[in-house]
């Protein structure tokens, strides 16, 4: 029962926040930093525990009873799970000691703590989860605090409709993953995963026809429409292509938790659940095959919008992106393994650039335009070479965590054949661009002549220890990740999958030195074009002017949403508004005011007050009486 603690303790540091962080303020940290920093410590208990195979199932209560339908919460830790515990603690740990210097001074200092320490208790309930609904509540729960640190300076139009932007565009992948979770009842009864897991085998043949008696033979497999539907949550939640177009507007929050949810945490939870549910995938090659490309999609796209980004956190969103791509391809092709390896070296380099960022945001005065920076590595020394470290983490340059996960990844795809061999290629080339941007933001963000304002030139210095502590350790942690035996440990979470090992033969070192080679062409690139030929930029911009066009404006897809979706829904609401708001339900009760105001002057004039009126009508009355019994 120890290990409740783990997502209690921040759940605790977010109900002190929230009751009293108007008497707390500048001293939030101090609350919710220990909460974190326990979580950790526990976590570390836990990994000892799971180290040597061993599985634990804690149950807490019955969380609903009806009919056939019994849900408890409880815990479920294996190796996947501490896995994602020691990610998500690390990480939250060292972003709640940034933040003490990032935020400081800021009126919602302790909102923001509040805030995190509530994200970071929903994370860790969502990989602890040992049922269905238990993931969909928590996944929900991530979504919010998502929602509420997008908009955390809400006084800002940009801030609130980003915030509104990513909670709408999750709420289609929500639908999806939630008819998913219903069909996972309906076909198995059960929402534990265990209950679920022993009946797959059962279960795999199952077909069900999409239309019924109608419509001729639809038949598709119960497996591949549970898997598709539940794909769709992930699809949202891990910003693949097409719902990814909320992941960058999201950078408009404070960096802090540009780091913690949109890099390391959040995000990866669409690739957590599809690894987490492997078994249900394997039964379903149709689904795996689109998990795949979508993936590959994602991770294309991705690669292809950053290298043309102006904006420093923008750049670093759309590598996420592209990261993820990554990931999630090779969940498809069945490499587990390897998908949650490049996901845990992912997230210490990633969070290690979002966090770079903001160091040069907070030294620059919040400036965020590449174009406005440059000559900043004599000034900055710790952000630039903490920065340079996470950029050949990204880049897969050789001995950092990123060449050991993402040669691992390259390589399990190569081996799955077929279409692996296919998006094993393309992921080559987005190698290539991968690296090209890392150093394009480091070129053009360090090097050179100093493009900053006058203004603020002159009182460029490195931040408080509170944000480059975090930085060194998240460095440390970039190189130190490829060493510590974390694909073996992965593996023993899928028996029977992937093996985790080292593959051998020529496939293997074909792979590395191509990899390599797409990292070292990358980086020679964006050095050549950055900073031997500073005009080359401009020239090459125009010489290819659509392709120029086609990554700055992101592929066009927010403007495609926007005229396909958007503005079609907005006439159609303007529309509704206006001929059953206003003409319908508004005519309705204005009809009822305007009837009984007629009826008000009708009694008005018969409720005169004159008695010769009243004799009038009394003698109206009389003769028509008797008018009435003369002639009927």
């Known amino acids: 029962m120890v290990y409740a603690l783990i997502p209690l303790l921040p759940l605790l540091a977010f109900v002190v926040l ?15 930093v220990p909460a974190v920093v326990g979580s950790f410590l526990l976590s570390l208990m836990a990994l000892s525990e799971v180290a040597g195979g061993a599985v634990l199932r804690i149950p807490l209560y019955i969380w609903a009873n009806s009919g056939d339908l019994t849900i408890t919460l409880g815990l479920f830790i294996d190796q996947l ?25 800021e009126p919602g200092y302790a909102r923001f703590f509040s805030n995190i320490a509530l994200f970071t208790f929903s994370m860790l309930m969502l990989v602890m989860s ?95 429409m549970i898997c598709l539907f539940l794909f769709v949550g992930a699809v949202g939640k891990s910003a693949q292509v097409p ?47 689109v998990v795949a490309i979508v993936g590959g999609a994602t991770m294309f796209l991705g690669a292809t919008i950053a290298m043309t980004q102006t904006d420093i956190k923008r750049v670093v969103a759309y590598s996420t992106l592209s990261q993820l791509g990554y990931m999630m391809m090779a969940c498809g092709l069945g490499a587990y393994v390897s998908g949650m390896y ?8 990633k969070a290690l650039l ?25 000034k900055l020394p ?63 963000t360090f090097w050179g002549e100093s493009r900053v304002d006058p203004a603020h030139a002159g009182h460029i210095h490195e931040p408080s220890k509170t944000m480059t502590v975090p930085l060194l350790i998240l460095a440390v942690l970039s190189i130190l990740a490829g060493y510590i035996g974390i694909p073996e440990f992965l593996a023993q979470a899928f028996p029977g999958g992937e093996s985790g090992g080292h593959h051998e033969g020529a496939a293997a070192t074909g792979i590395m030195i191509a990899a390599t080679a797409m990292g070292i062409l990358g980086i020679g690139g964006a050095y050549f074009v950055y900073v031997k030929s500073p005009g080359l930029p401009d020239r090459l911009a125009a010489q290819w002017q659509s392709l120029y066009q086609l990554s700055l404006n992101k592929w066009f897809v927010d403007e495609a949403y926007d005229r396909t979706v958007v503005t079609p829904t907005l006439k159609i609401a303007d529309s509704l508004w206006k001929r059953v708001d206003v003409a319908i339900i508004d005519g309705a009760v204005n009809g009822v005011a305007r009837a009984v105001a007629w009826g008000g002057w009708v009694t008005r004039v018969l409720q005169s007050g004159q008695a010769q009126n009243y004799a009038l009508a009394m003698t109206v009355g009389a003769v028509m009486i008797l008018g009435a019994l003369i002639f009927l």
């Open 382 to 444: 710790v952000t630039y070479w903490t920065f340079v470290i996470g950029s050949l983490a990204l880049a897969g340059f050789p001995l950092t965590a990123g060449f050991f996960s993402k040669d691992a990844l390259l390589l399990s795809s190569w081996m799955s054949g077929g279409l692996g061999q296919v998006l094993t290629v393309l992921g080559l080339l987005t190698a290539l661009m991968t690296a090209f941007y890392s150093f394009r933001l480091v070129f053009v």
């Open 18 to 32: 929230g009751l009293g962080g108007h008497v707390i303020r500048e001293r939030a940290h101090l609350i919710a």
């Open 342 to 349: 490049h996901l845990l070296t992912h997230g210490a380099f």
């Open 130 to 224: 040992d049922n269905f609904l238990q993931l969909f509540v928590f996944w929900e729960a991530v979504g919010l605090c998502s929602y509420l640190l997008i908009g955390h300076w809400y006084e800002r139009e940009s801030a609130r409709a980003a915030a509104t932007k990513a909670f709408l565009v999750n709420r289609i992948g929500d639908f999806g993953f939630m008819v998913g979770i219903l069909l996972v009842f309906v076909t198995f009864g059960s929402l534990q995963y265990q209950a679920v897991f022993s009946q797959l085998d059962k279960m795999a043949e199952g077909t069900v026809n999409l239309f019924g008696t109608i419509g001729g033979n639809w038949e598709i497999s119960v497996m591949t």
């Open 243 to 289: 719902l990814h177009v909320w992941l960058p507007d999201a950078m408009e929050g404070p960096t802090p938790i540009s780091a913690l949810i949109h890099a390391a945490t959040m995000v990866t939870a669409g690739v957590f659940m599809v690894a987490r549910l492997a078994p249900l995938y394997d039964l379903s090659p149709v689904a795996m095959d």
């Open 81 to 105: 799970t501490v896995a994602m515990l020691m990610l998500v603690t690390i990480v939250s740990s060292l972003v709640h000691v940034y933040t003490i210097g990032y935020m400081h001074g």
């Open 354 to 378: 979002f966090l770079g960022c903001g160091a040069v945001i907070i030294a620059l005065h919040h400036e965020q335009d590449m174009r406005k920076m440059g000559g900043l590595k004599d």
